[in-house]
């Protein structure tokens, strides 16, 4: 079993930043993907950003530029920067990572229960 729990959300204004961290935890042998999805009422989950266990990223187009994600691996914890948010990007915020719980085995999909972000003047 592994746990994904998230932090630092909250109410930022429009221009502002905030840094999201997501920690994993559990029967863990190895994290592969790691990543961070967004979710707003009534609208799909969509792939925010994403990074691989060798650090290769990859960006929606609506956050490139102002988005960072970063992993350490030795603490099996991915982050998001965001910079310049604007209103558009107010979303339930959730982890994800694909891990092997022991060698050999298949990995799965994991997430977190999410992270309220709100940005609003």
């Known amino acids: 079993h592994v746990q994904l729990v998230e932090s630092g959300g909250g109410l930022v204004q429009p221009g502002g930043s905030l840094r999201l961290s997501c920690a994993a935890s559990?029967?863990?042998?190895?994290?592969?993907?790691m990543g961070w999805y967004r979710q707003a009422p009534g609208k799909q989950r969509e792939l925010v950003a994403s990074t691989t266990s060798g650090g290769s990223t990859n960006y929606a187009d609506s956050v490139k530029g102002r988005f960072t994600i970063s992993r350490d691996n030795a603490k099996n914890t991915v982050y998001l920067q965001m910079n310049s948010l604007k209103p558009e990007d107010t979303s339930v915020y959730l982890c994800?990572?694909?891990?092997?719980?022991?060698?050999?085995?298949?990995?799965?999909?994991?997430w977190g229960e999410g992270t309220q972000v709100t940005v609003s003047s």
């Open positions: 994800n990572a694909e891990v092997s719980p022991y060698r050999g085995t298949i990995p799965m999909d994991w």
């Open positions: 559990g029967t863990i042998f190895s994290i592969y993907a």
